[in-house]
């Protein structure tokens, strides 16, 4: 089955305002989708529904067929719906291997008084190198975090986030606050991802859009306004009447 992610109908209000408004979009196995939309547009709503942080108030999401609408977020990850966080999460005293290692071991089920001992494990300091090597990491592997830069700890969520190996991973603002000296490490990392992973990316950056997606879903209002390819986004009045009215 293709189809990795089902999302449909999905509707969510905060008290009397529709902030999901009748969504209903899927991500087949190797899609490459953006999802963008002007500010307040319901973007990160969105994701905290797919995720699981949020219940809808109706509709459906299924996971690889199976209905997730009511199952806990710990649950969807361990489906492999992995999302990186818009904003970082990590541990500023750790280093950057023991990130890695916390989630090889996270992933396998092991219990966190392992995490100790990880560095006498070495198939796990295999795979966290191997992880970090993919990224251009390894080099701050014995790092702390609060030493790396900021773009290095975007790029170290996406390094987590793969090693939890997903099927379906949600990128919330991977290039937030990253200098533009640093994107072209952000779209290599993407461009590198898995082949058969379907990826939903929320980003402002245009640029870094069109460089990333082959489908482009835009929310106004809460509500899908438009989906097609990044090609033939600007033409379409709907979505330059949904910026442009922001602007004005
Ligand atoms: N927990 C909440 N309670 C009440 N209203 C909320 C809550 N979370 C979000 N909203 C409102 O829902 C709307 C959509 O917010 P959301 O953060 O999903 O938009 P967004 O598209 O991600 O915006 P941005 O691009 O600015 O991050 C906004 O009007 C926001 O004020």
């Known amino acids: 089955m293709d189809t990795l992610l089902d999302i449909r109908n999905l509707k969510m209000n905060f008290g009397g305002l529709k902030v999901t408004d009748d969504v209903s979009l899927n991500l087949a ?14 973007k990160t709503t969105l994701i905290n ?3 699981g942080a949020y219940r809808p108030t109706s509709g ?21 719906l992995i999302r990186s966080f818009q ?20 992933r396998e089920g092991r219990s966190a008084g392992m995490f100790k001992s990880y560095h006498r494990m ?13 990224l251009r990491l390894d080099p701050l592997a014995n790092r702390v975090v609060a030493q790396i830069a900021y773009g290095q700890q975007r790029l170290l969520e996406i390094a987590i986030a793969l090693v939890l190996k997903p099927k379906v991973l949600l990128l919330d603002e991977p290039a937030a606050g990253i200098p533009s000296s640093d994107m072209d490490r952000v779209v290599a990392a993407l461009d590198n991802l898995p082949a058969e992973l379907a990826v939903l990316l929320i980003d ?16 106004s209002s809460g509500a899908v306004i438009f ?18 009215g922001e602007d004005a």
Request: hydrophobic share 45%.
């Open 29 to 42: 196995k190797g899609s490459r989708t953006a999802l963008i939309g002007p500010n307040g547009a319901g």
């Open 87 to 106: 904003i970082t999460r990590l541990f500023p005293d750790l280093t950057v291997i023991d990130h890695l290692a916390m989630a090889i071991l996270q």
């Open 204 to 219: 402002h950056d245009m640029d870094l859009v069109r460089r990333f997606a082959r489908e482009v879903i835009v929310l």
């Open 122 to 134: 070495p198939e796990v300091l295999d795979e966290a190198m191997e992880a970090l090597a993919r």
């Open 60 to 80: 459906s999401i299924s996971l690889m067929g199976q209905d997730v609408t009511g199952m806990k977020d710990t649950d969807r990850v361990r489906l492999g």
């Open 227 to 244: 989906r097609g390819t990044p090609e033939q986004l600007g033409s379409d009045p709907r979505v330059r009447s949904a910026y442009l």
């Open 49 to 51: 529904l797919i995720a």
